[in-house]
């Protein structure tokens, strides 16, 4: 059975930290490039940062640029989102994804996979 589930969320001060996991079961993730997506109250799903099969490409929103970071481990199957700096804005709920293709992007449907989602909340 494929599956691909996030963890790591909850409830952050501005300025803190978390990192999220994603880890898949069923299916090898090295053969896949990673997105991490999310959709905040009242807004369409946004792409945060993808990372390329091999790892080698990686993207970011500019929102998000410089303060969060995608690492994948192969080895445990497991992609990472360690996320800096949180603003209220950050506030959301986070998916990550996994597309066949090899370089990545932020378009929703190059995805196939979607895991569930992991709650963030950025508040004081």
């Known amino acids: 059975q494929l599956q691909f589930v996030e963890s790591g969320g909850g409830l952050v001060q501005p300025g803190g930290s978390l990192r999220l996991s994603c880890a898949a079961s069923g299916f090898t993730l090295d053969n896949y490039a990673i997105g991490w997506f999310r959709r905040a109250p009242g807004k369409e799903r946004e792409g945060v940062s993808c990372s390329s099969s091999s790892g080698d490409y990686r993207n970011y929103a500019d929102s998000v640029k410089d303060r969060f970071t995608i690492s994948r481990d192969n080895a445990k199957n497991t992609v990472y989102l360690q996320m800096n700096s949180l603003k209220t804005d950050d506030t959301a709920v986070y998916y990550c994804?996994?597309?066949?293709?090899?370089?990545?992007?932020?378009?929703?449907?190059?995805?196939?996979?979607w895991g569930k989602g992991t709650q963030i909340t950025v508040s004081s």
């Open positions: 994804a996994t597309s066949p293709r090899r370089f990545c992007s932020f378009r929703t449907y190059d995805y196939t996979y």
